[in-house]
C-alpha cells in the first residue's frame, strides 16, 4: 500500500480554530486569520476587520480584501498535493458589497481544476450574514522550487 500522507495537510489540520500568525506569508500573518475548515481541495478562514484594514472611508480596502482572497486560496494550494510551490499568475476580484472595523468575515476557496503543471482557484468572501462583500478567481502554475527545499 502506496503512503498518502501529506505533511502540510496535517500540519494545518493542527491549525483549525487557531490564529494563523506563523504562516510562511508574512503578509497572512498579519491578516491574522482563524483556520476554520481545511482539506484537499477546501478552506475556510474567518478575518474580524481592523481600522488598519480599511480605507479612509473606515470599510474595507480592496487591496486587503484581495490579499485575503489572495492568501487563502494559496494556503489551499500549499496542502493540495503539488510537491513544488505554485505561484499566482491572475487574481480576478469582483467587489460587491462593503465591510466594516469590528465585522467578522469568513473567506472560502475551492480548487476547481487541478492539472499537472496549473491549479484553478474560485473564492469568495461572506459576512456571517451569509452576504457576498467579494469573490474571486486565480491560476496559479507551477515553479521549479520544491516545498521540500523551502523547509516547510
Request: proline fraction near 3%; charge should be neutral; hydrophobic fraction near 40%.
Amino acid at each position: 500500500m502506496e503512503n498518502t500522507t501529506n505533511p502540510g495537510l496535517e500540519l494545518f489540520k493542527t491549525q483549525i480554530g487557531k490564529k494563523l500568525d506563523k504562516t510562511p506569508s508574512a503578509a497572512g500573518n498579519w491578516l491574522g486569520g482563524t483556520l476554520l475548515e481545511i482539506d484537499l481541495h477546501h478552506i475556510k478562514v474567518s478575518y474580524t476587520i481592523r481600522p488598519d484594514m480599511c480605507n479612509p472611508g473606515k470599510i474595507l480596502h480592496g487591496g486587503i480584501a484581495s490579499l485575503m482572497l489572495d492568501d487563502v486560496i494559496g494556503m489551499g494550494n500549499f496542502v493540495a498535493g503539488s510537491e513544488y510551490l505554485m505561484t499566482s499568475i491572475n487574481l480576478n476580484v469582483d467587489f460587491l458589497s462593503s465591510a466594516q472595523i469590528g465585522e467578522t468575515l469568513e473567506v472560502t476557496a475551492k480548487l476547481v481544476r487541478s492539472g499537472s503543471n496549473l491549479n484553478h482557484w474560485e473564492a469568495v468572501i461572506k459576512k456571517l450574514t451569509g452576504k457576498i462583500v467579494a469573490k474571486a478567481s486565480s491560476n496559479l502554475i507551477k515553479t521549479h522550487v520544491k516545498l521540500g527545499d523551502l523547509g516547510f
